[in-house]
């Protein structure tokens, strides 16, 4: 386990994206109905949201290099969002290859967490 802010990143969306994958069909499901407007999926919806997001929180406070004044809760939205967005690209191509933007993503987001930069 990396105990940098670049590879806790890396690695945490590379185990998140594997887990959107594999589940899929559940993920179709539950944001068809939140999206139809069932409230019972929006409310669970907003729920695994801010857990998602929480974690991610955790999990960036809990590095090494991160800077006293980073913004952590902005950053753990920044990184739910692009994590759903690929894995919406993902659904819409069908092509695992996608997850391969994380590292790239990772190296974008860094320097504006990090105490070094």
């Not at 945490?12 to 944001?31: S, Y």
């Not at 659904?91 to 590292?103: F, Q």
Request: proline share 3%; aromatic share 8%.
């Amino acid at each position: 386990v990396s105990t940098t802010v670049e590879g806790r990143i890396v690695e945490q969306a590379a185990r998140e994206f594997a887990r959107l994958v594999d589940d899929a069909d559940f993920l179709r499901l539950m944001h068809r109905e939140a999206v139809l407007g069932d409230t019972d999926a929006l409310e669970v919806g907003a729920e695994l949201a801010v857990a998602w997001r929480e974690r991610w929180q955790a999990l960036l406070e809990g590095a090494d290099d991160l800077a006293p004044d980073a913004d952590v809760v902005g950053a753990a939205d920044v990184i739910a969002t692009f994590l759903w967005g690929l894995f919406v690209e993902y659904l819409t191509r069908n092509d695992p290859t996608v997850a391969r933007r994380i590292e790239a993503f990772a190296l974008l987001i860094t320097p504006a967490l990090r105490a070094d930069a």
